[in-house]
């Protein structure tokens, strides 16, 4: 079907011998591919002048490099939201040797539509139908040597999941790339389209929509009735009903909080004797060396003391929520909680797509708001990354525990204690979702006022999540991610939190006198001054609030740990402790700035120094009012 060239190549390009492109709408398994062919010989960043990240990596085939970059999941390449402007402008600029067009082949004719639109203006190219295996379960037969006529370029059928299915990939892009196959345009198809006309783009949409659905007519023949389709219709009717939608999720968030609180207690303990045992070796070797006091004190009790802390406490929480809720989404079941949501959110003048980066934002915050890029409006991207901080990160969550531990539920993690944390803490989140929808309403009205956006929101089929690998990308890709980000503000803040409690003026520490002038105002609200300024210094990684607070009460200028929740307990009533300020503490965990990192992605995010102090305001005042209130209703009866 294609001529092939026996003349060598001669492209060599920097350090690679060729440059290929992933491009792909969503769910297409474009990602897994990239993953596949790079391994972990690949690196995220932002492409030049743009926020919306690239992935890139590289393979070696029949001895010639491979430089891959996969491009965000977009539907087309005409500009509606930042990753569409990001395709467009990487595929019309960057050179390239072959564009690997991803396609799910289940929805053949909606993908497609893309694959037309490249093709337009880019000649070198391979279709990659994915998911062929799904196909085939689902009675779909795919006539490629038919299609890849229709479309002027090599056609080839993979399934991300398994390896060896991408060997005739990497051959046929080799091929592509060296010339020995020769892709051409078929012109005819194209005559009366010309995608980038902004005037026609409507009638251009449709004409492109037109031409996949009668090449589609050609290729694909179903012959068996499949019963993937009427299980997937099947559980849709129950994940996505509104009557048993929104509880099957709460049951399944109380379900992955219950893992995440009594897992993430026994790694933590372990974590937190280990480095004990460590922190006792870095004593001993710093004797031996005749170490200055001050150096010790600030480089032990400061620096390393804040960041085993930070790793003990927020660690085993991350490695165990990011994976589950990483199964969760590969699933298929995180685009149906965005269904179910997506009436309410548009009720309150939020943006449906918010959902899922509220969902990310219990994972990490600053994740969250990377996550906003997703939200094509500009108006509802900014309502996103004003309240994304409404929802309590893994930094939050650990002092959250802790707090519903001493004065809710019970010491312990027995059976019964675990379930009734489990429980406060969703209703805790639940109660987050309706603050999130509240302010997103007096957002649309006020600082975001603008017109409500819709948008097509794909629900792929459910699939079997493959366990193992999702449990490895996500540890890498996520949890070091986020807690690299937390050490590296962790570490001079601990320096910072040394330093104001053991620096005196007088008879009295810096920090002595900061809790003191704070006092009043945290009496005021429910707390006190130390737990007002634990909050304050608290703000490069919220994972050391409660150790500064152990601290301030301790008066010994030294991070302290404590062995058990009993102990706590006695130390923070010892220092007038009751259930309002566990309640007011509660409050202020959920409702105040967020933490420097989240701050600064916001920032990288807008551009903008006004959104970034906008989103640190907003539930900080809320906080502070919300305290108020409560602590001074409770007074009356207790």
Same mark, same amino acid.
């Given at each position: 079907?294609?001529?092939?060239?026996?003349?060598?190549?001669?492209?060599?390009?920097?350090?690679?011998?060729?440059?290929?492109?992933?491009?792909?709408?969503?769910?297409?398994?474009?990602?897994?591919?990239?993953?596949?062919?790079?391994?972990?010989?690949?690196?995220?960043?932002?492409?030049?002048?743009?926020?919306?990240?690239?992935?890139?990596?590289?393979?070696?085939?029949?001895?010639?490099?491979?430089?891959?970059?996969?491009?965000?999941?977009?539907?087309?390449?005409?500009?509606?939201?930042?990753?569409?402007?990001?395709?467009?402008?990487?595929?019309?600029?960057?050179?390239?040797?072959?564009?690997?067009?991803?396609?799910?082949?289940?929805?053949?004719?909606?993908?497609?539509?893309?694959?037309?639109?490249?093709?337009?203006?880019?000649?070198?190219?391979?279709?990659?139908?994915?998911?062929?295996?799904?196909?085939?379960?689902?009675?779909?037969?795919?006539?490629?040597?038919?299609?890849?006529?229709?479309?002027?370029?090599?056609?080839?059928?993979?399934?991300?999941?398994?390896?060896?299915?991408?060997?005739?990939?990497?051959?046929?892009?080799?091929?592509?790339?060296?010339?020995?196959?020769?892709?051409?345009?078929?012109?005819?198809?194209?005559?009366?389209?010309?995608?980038?006309?902004?005037?026609?783009?409507?009638?251009?949409?449709?004409?492109?929509?037109?031409?996949?659905?009668?090449?589609?007519?050609?290729?694909?023949?179903?012959?068996?009735?499949?019963?993937?389709? +009427?299980?997937?219709?099947?559980?849709?009717?129950?994940?996505?009903?509104?009557?048993?939608?929104?509880?099957?999720?709460?049951?399944?968030?109380?379900?992955?909080?219950?893992?995440?609180?009594?897992?993430?207690?026994?790694?933590?303990?372990?974590?937190?004797?280990?480095?004990?045992?460590?922190?006792?070796?870095?004593?001993?070797?710093?004797?031996?060396?005749?170490?200055?006091?001050?150096?010790?004190?600030?480089?032990?009790?400061?620096?390393?003391?804040?960041?085993?802390?930070?790793?003990?406490?927020?660690?085993?929480?991350?490695?165990?929520?990011?994976?589950?809720?990483?199964?969760i989404e590969d699933s298929g079941y995180l685009p149906r909680i965005a269904f179910n949501?997506?009436?309410?959110?548009?009720?309150?003048?939020?943006?449906?797509?918010? +959902?899922?980066?509220?969902?990310?934002?219990?994972?990490?915050?600053?994740?969250?708001?990377?996550?906003?890029?997703?939200?094509?409006?500009?108006?509802?991207?900014?309502?996103?990354?004003?309240?994304?901080?409404?929802?309590?990160?893994?930094?939050?969550?650990?002092?959250?525990?802790?707090?519903?531990?001493?004065?809710?539920?019970? +010491?312990?993690?027995?059976?019964?204690?675990?379930?009734?944390?489990?429980?406060?803490?969703?209703?805790?989140?639940?109660?987050?979702?309706?603050?999130?929808?509240?302010?997103?309403?007096?957002?649309?009205?006020?600082?975001?006022?603008?017109?409500?956006?819709?948008?097509?929101?794909?629900?792929?089929?459910?699939?079997?999540?493959?366990?193992?690998?999702?449990?490895?990308?996500?540890?890498?890709?996520?949890?070091?991610?986020?807690?690299?980000?937390?050490?590296?503000?962790?570490?001079?803040?601990?320096?910072?939190?040394?330093?104001?409690?053991?620096?005196?003026?007088?008879?009295?520490?810096?920090?002595?006198?900061?809790?003191?002038?704070?006092?009043?105002?945290?009496?005021?609200?429910?707390?006190?001054?130390?737990?007002?300024?634990?909050?304050?210094?608290?703000?490069?990684?919220?994972?050391?609030?409660?150790?500064?607070?152990?601290?301030?009460?301790?008066?010994?200028?030294?991070?302290?740990?404590?062995?058990?929740?009993?102990?706590?307990?006695?130390?923070?009533?010892?220092?007038?402790?009751?259930?309002?300020?566990?309640?007011?503490?509660?409050?202020?965990?959920?409702?105040?700035?967020?933490?420097?990192?989240?701050?600064?992605?916001?920032?990288?995010?807008?551009? +903008?120094?006004?959104?970034?102090?906008?989103?640190?305001?907003?539930?900080?005042?809320?906080?502070?009012?919300?305290?108020?209130?409560?602590?001074?209703?409770?007074?009356?009866?207790?």
């Amino acid at each position: 079907m294609f001529s092939r060239n026996i003349t060598s190549d001669s492209n060599t390009i920097s350090d690679f011998d060729y440059k290929i492109t992933l491009a792909g709408n969503p769910n297409v398994g474009k990602s897994t591919i990239f993953n596949q062919l790079t391994g972990l010989k690949q690196h995220t960043g932002n492409w030049t002048g743009k926020t919306v990240e690239c992935s890139s990596g590289s393979y070696i085939y029949n001895d010639k490099k491979f430089k891959v970059t996969d491009l965000p999941g977009t539907y087309s390449i005409n500009a509606f939201s930042e990753e569409e402007r990001l395709a467009k402008e990487f595929l019309l600029k960057e050179e390239t040797d072959c564009i690997v067009i991803v396609a799910d082949s289940n929805i053949l004719e909606r993908n497609l539509v893309l694959a037309l639109q490249i093709l337009s203006f880019k000649s070198k190219a391979v279709l990659c139908l994915n998911l062929s295996d799904e196909a085939d379960k689902n009675g779909i037969h795919i006539d490629v040597d038919e299609l890849s006529l229709n479309l002027g370029i090599p056609v080839v059928c993979t399934s991300a999941v398994k390896r060896n299915s991408l060997k005739q990939l990497k051959e046929t892009v080799f091929d592509v790339c060296s010339g020995k196959i020769k892709c051409f345009r078929v012109n005819r198809n194209f005559e009366n389209i010309n995608i980038f006309d902004e005037d026609n783009r409507e009638n251009n949409t449709f004409a492109l929509a037109n031409l996949s659905k009668e090449i589609c007519s050609k290729v694909i023949s179903k012959n068996k009735k499949s019963q993937v389709v +009427s299980r997937n219709r099947k559980l849709d009717k129950i994940l996505t009903s509104k009557i048993t939608g929104i509880p099957i999720m709460l049951l399944l968030f109380g379900l992955l909080f219950w893992i995440t609180a009594v897992g993430a207690n026994y790694p933590s303990e372990w974590l937190s004797s280990l480095f004990a045992l460590l922190k006792e070796n870095l004593y001993t070797l710093f004797e031996y060396f005749k170490m200055p006091e001050f150096f010790t004190g600030l480089i032990i009790d400061g620096v390393y003391t804040t960041l085993t802390w930070v790793v003990s406490v927020m660690l085993p929480p991350m490695a165990i929520f990011f994976p589950l809720f990483s199964i969760i989404e590969d699933s298929g079941y995180l685009p149906r909680i965005a269904f179910n949501l997506d009436r309410f959110f548009s009720k309150f003048g939020a943006h449906g797509k918010q +959902s899922l980066t509220m969902a990310m934002g219990i994972g990490c915050n600053a994740c969250g708001v990377t996550g906003c890029r997703i939200i094509e409006s500009p108006q509802e991207k900014k309502i996103a990354f004003l309240t994304n901080n409404f929802m309590p990160c893994n930094g939050r969550i650990p002092m959250l525990i802790a707090l519903i531990i001493m004065f809710f539920a019970g +010491s312990g993690f027995g059976f019964l204690s675990s379930l009734k944390i489990a429980a406060i803490l969703l209703s805790i989140i639940v109660m987050c979702v309706i603050m999130t929808l509240a302010v997103s309403k007096i957002l649309s009205m006020t600082v975001a006022k603008g017109e409500s956006s819709s948008f097509v929101l794909e629900l792929p089929p459910y699939r079997k999540p493959q366990i193992i690998k999702t449990i490895i990308r996500s540890i890498l890709d996520r949890t070091v991610f986020v807690l690299a980000r937390a050490i590296a503000v962790a570490a001079p803040a601990g320096a910072i939190i040394w330093l104001v409690a053991n620096i005196y003026i007088g008879d009295k520490s810096v920090l002595a006198y900061c809790t003191e002038f704070f006092d009043p105002f945290g009496r005021l609200i429910g707390v006190d001054g130390v737990i007002i300024m634990a909050f304050i210094l608290g703000f490069p990684a919220n994972e050391t609030v409660i150790p500064i607070i152990i601290m301030s009460y301790m008066s010994g200028g030294t991070l302290v740990e404590y062995s058990s929740y009993e102990q706590l307990l006695n130390l923070f009533t010892l220092n007038g402790w009751n259930v309002i300020t566990a309640v007011c503490t509660a409050i202020l965990c959920v409702l105040h700035y967020p933490c420097s990192t989240t701050c600064i992605t916001i920032y990288k995010e807008t551009k +903008s120094i006004k959104q970034t102090l906008l989103a640190m305001a907003i539930p900080t005042l809320i906080g502070i009012v919300l305290c108020f209130i409560t602590a001074n209703a409770m007074r009356i009866f207790i």
